[in-house]
Nanobody
């Protein structure tokens, strides 16, 4: 069964950077969109960034200019470069691969904690 494995989370101070990675355990064909979501305690999961198969990107307003999403199709991998991190960025971050016909795979989540 295909699994998405995330890495790169951790504890950092405000203003520092982290780079999250998410890779499929086996080759997946015809991935349309790759995305990153996050969920803080007591809050709903929200979309952070999305990248289409053509490389077009979309970001939540609160991360524009700080976060960058990218993908490597040959490696079935999506990345999230997070710069100038703020305490309010603290959350569990989840990656998602969106296939056609309503099929989606989700990662297990990785904790990002930003201290002040």
């Amino acid at each position: 069964q295909v699994q998405l494995v995330e890495s790169g989370g951790g504890l950092v101070q405000a203003g520092e950077s982290l780079r999250l990675s998410c890779a499929a355990s086996e080759r997946i064909f015809s991935i349309n969109n790759m995305a990153w979501y996050r969920q803080a305690p007591g809050k709903q999961r929200e979309l952070v960034a999305l990248i289409t198969s053509g490389g077009n990107t979309n970001y939540a307003d609160y991360v524009k200019g700080r976060f960058t999403i990218s993908r490597d199709n040959a490696k079935n991998t999506v990345y999230l470069q997070m710069n100038s991190l703020k305490p309010e960025d603290t959350a569990v971050y989840y990656c998602s691969f969106h296939l056609s016909f309503g099929i989606a795979y989700w990662g297990q989540g990785t904790q990002v904690t930003v201290s002040s």
